[in-house]
């Protein structure tokens, strides 16, 4: 399988205090190998080490153990960053330059033609949704959601074969993220691997082919989105939403079928059960009861509810 | 720059017959002046800056090495100084025919040269410091390197005339691990006509580019083994 990231037994221990003396391991022998052309979510809670990942991948970090490969080079070979684009977290440029003289530096850094860099830089601005009254505004007049599209946009000035994309989402509006959701599924389109950390879950199950999860530093879960939602639970439950039921009956009938949990609302009620088999136990209680069966549905197990699991699976295991 | 010049014109109204002579030591003094505060108070926040507005993020993540990185940085710096140089240069020229002198117009431009050598060495040291340690701490440590190396000479000597052998040798190392900036100074014999010999000025080019050369290893060396958070 050709894998266009290579990450093996990647570490990373800041040293803190004063005399520096103190080791706090922020990434822990990490193993993941990412597929060409896909999107790849990058998961976990706050200081799980998404972002160290992603900075000893661009060289703005140096591991402390393991090492790592993008397009079959190592990362600390300079050249190879010319087919790859990087979006910071919350990025930061130089505030005096205008949208367009920075995404016309960045080309120059990689050694555009100026006819290249002037069409990249008009296609990217466009594209991220910055308007063309904005192109020649100081940056420093930005908002984070603009300055956020200018990072998107200077991430892909070179027409990169990966692209990392660190909280892609951060201070955009429902708009915005919409729009940055559609540039990210065409950067697949065009054989573009990208892979992103983030936060928003919603935009990883809509985006993402495979996703690996982080806790403290170690992996805790990777693989196909699919597969990892149905293998590690499935369906969840099932919810039957009834109305015109007598909710003081209906209740009392219900405490014979272990695990059910019943919502009352002024039209009827949303039943939940935990086993199919139950669906038919219940139905002659909602007809004794004077209901009238709306919908039966599956509920699968989300990827916040396995989010939420392998985030916290060491405080439960405590 | 031009109120110095203008200043310089007016003393020299007073200085009889000395005011061609007047206008050369003031400005060139205060070129040197300018161009150090320039070389220390741009030099430190170079790279230190970068890194705490956390601007190098998205350039390291393209096909830029961090000596690369360094060596950008330094040379556009010196380039903003020589443009700044002889500009200033131009305004003591024009001050010069102002007042009717032409011999020094041209015998100033070597000590020109030498005052830009000595700002390319302060703004190398400058970025050495800035590669490891805030801005205000590299323009304080920068500045006493610039003390020090216009008192190089005297202080190898004191270290002598102290006769402690202790003394003696770490007056002898700071005389040879900082630059002896003295090999730079000619501006009191520019302002008196005189041109620094070819001798002089091939041995105070080399040491400067070999000084350079040093200062933008180590500067190198220090920034590529740092991690930026």
Sequence with gaps: MNHVIEINNLSKDYETGFWRKRKVRALDSLDLNVKGGQIFGFLGGNGAGKTTTIKILMSLLYPTEGMAKILGRDISDVQMHSSIGYCPENPYFYDYLTAREIMNYFGELFGLSTERRKTRTEQLLTSVGLSEKDWDRQLRKFSKGMLQRVGLAQALINSPEVVFLDEPMSGLDPIGRREIRELIVGLREKGTTVFMSTHILSDVESLCDEVAILRKGRLAATGNLTDLLSETGGTRSFEIVVSGVSPVALNEDLTAVAGATTAFHPSGARIEVLAEEDIDRVFPMIRKNGGRLVSVTPVKQSLEDLFVRETKADEVSA | MLLVIGCAVLLGDLTDGQEARTIVNISLNAMLLFGVFIAIFVGV???????????????????????????????????????????????????????????????IWGAIYLIFLELAIVTSVAIVFSSFSSAALSALLTFLVFLIGHLSTSLRDLGQALGSEVARIVFEIIYYVLPNLQLFSFRSEAANGLVPNAEMMLGATAYALVY????????AFVFQRRNFK
């Design chain 2, 45 to 107: 926040g170079l790279v230190s800056k970068e890194i705490e507005k956390r601007t190098v993020f998205a350039i390291f993540a393209k096909p830029v090495s961090r000596p690369q990185f360094i060596i950008g940085k330094y040379l556009g710096l010196c380039l903003t100084l020589l443009i700044n140089i002889v500009v200033m240069g131009l305004g003591v020229v024009a001050a010069l025919a102002y007042v009717g002198d032409r011999e020094l117009v041209f015998s």
């Design chain 2, 212 to 219: 350079v050369v040093i200062m933008l290893a180590i500067a």
